[in-house]
């Protein structure tokens, strides 16, 4: 019942805030912490008509590579998918994922890795992109606890977040204040580490992310430049 009431409680505040998207380009480096050599990491929001929206994220190095792409349309002020496409090459096994959100049937279908997906579909279930530009707006709006109903393989996963406060942080583009949130997971059932860091005065572009995995293995992206309605992301004077 508390989480019920926490996710009704975070949808009101973040509905009673108009969401006026702005397209944003962005360019990171990319790191893994075991490999002696950087990446590169791309991450854009573009309009492709009066409703719908793409979000594309691509990262590469030398011996592995990943692409994402989500499409989604505003309606009432909420985020509601439309297609998820990912595919993950090198580093260990591929991975290809492919939904369609079909609000006239009210059903996701795809496939995960060459297994099945069919899960019903209700306003408010996001996919493993487009949750990401509604965490976006949820830290603009001044919320300290999120949750999140994201389709995650063939299953319906809650994801959570806190705010950990602000930080700055120094980037290729110059000094950038930032909002430092954290995934909340079960430490009993999970070691895995995931923070974020988005940019107060970029309409809270995504600036760093680092993610640690079970096995030890690190992985960093920092952003190098970027622009956010077609204005160039500058930092602060030092």
């Given at each position: 019942?508390?989480?019920?009431?926490?996710?009704?409680?975070?949808?009101?505040?973040?509905s009673a805030?108009?969401?006026?998207?702005?397209?944003?380009?962005?360019?990171?480096?990319?790191?893994?912490?075991?490999?002696?050599?950087?990446?590169t990491a791309?991450?854009?929001?573009?309009?492709?008509?009066?409703?719908?929206?793409?979000?594309n994220?691509?990262?590469?190095?030398?011996?592995?590579?990943?692409?994402?792409?989500?499409t989604f349309?505003?309606?009432?002020?909420?985020?509601?998918?439309?297609?998820?496409?990912?595919?993950?090459?090198?580093?260990?096994?591929?991975?290809?994922?492919?939904?369609?959100?079909?609000?006239?049937?009210?059903?996701?279908?795809?496939?995960?890795?060459?297994?099945?997906?069919?899960?019903?579909?209700n306003r408010g279930?996001?996919?493993?992109?487009?949750?990401?530009?509604?965490?976006?707006?949820?830290?603009?709006?001044?919320?300290?606890?999120?949750?999140?109903q994201?389709?995650?393989?063939?299953?319906?996963?809650?994801?959570?977040?806190?705010?950990?406060?602000?930080?700055?942080?120094?980037?290729?583009?110059?000094?950038?204040?930032?909002?430092?949130?954290e995934?909340?997971?079960?430490?009993?059932?999970?070691?895995?580490?995931?923070?974020?860091?988005?940019?107060?005065?970029?309409?809270?572009?995504?600036?760093?992310?680092?993610q640690?995995?079970?096995?030890?293995?690190?992985?960093?992206?920092?952003?190098k430049?970027?622009?956010?309605?077609?204005?160039?992301?500058?930092g602060?004077?030092?």
């Amino acid at each position: 019942m508390r989480r019920v009431l926490l996710l009704v409680l975070a949808a009101l505040s973040l509905s009673a805030q108009a969401i006026e998207l702005k397209p944003f380009a962005a360019s990171y480096t990319a790191d893994w912490k075991q490999l002696p050599f950087s990446g590169t990491a791309e991450r854009s929001l573009k309009r492709l008509d009066d409703q719908r929206w793409q979000l594309n994220f691509e990262a590469a190095m030398l011996v592995a590579s990943l692409t994402e792409e989500s499409t989604f349309r505003m309606e009432n002020n909420g985020f509601l998918p439309l297609t998820y496409r990912l595919n993950r090459s090198g580093l260990g096994k591929g991975k290809k994922v492919e939904q369609d959100f079909d609000w006239a049937e009210k059903q996701v279908i795809g496939n995960d890795r060459g297994e099945s997906v069919h899960l019903p579909l209700n306003r408010g279930l996001l996919d493993k992109s487009t949750y990401q530009l509604e965490l976006q707006f949820a830290v603009a709006a001044g919320q300290k606890s999120m949750s999140y109903q994201v389709v995650d393989g063939n299953e319906i996963e809650t994801y959570d977040f806190r705010v950990l406060g602000s930080e700055r942080v120094r980037t290729k583009a110059g000094l950038i204040d930032a909002i430092k949130v954290e995934r909340v997971r079960d430490p009993t059932k999970s070691k895995r580490k995931t923070v974020l860091w988005f940019a107060k005065d970029w309409d809270y572009l995504l600036v760093r992310l680092y993610q640690a995995e079970t096995d030890g293995k690190e992985y960093q992206i920092m952003l190098k430049d970027g622009t956010v309605d077609g204005k160039p992301v500058v930092g602060i004077a030092e």
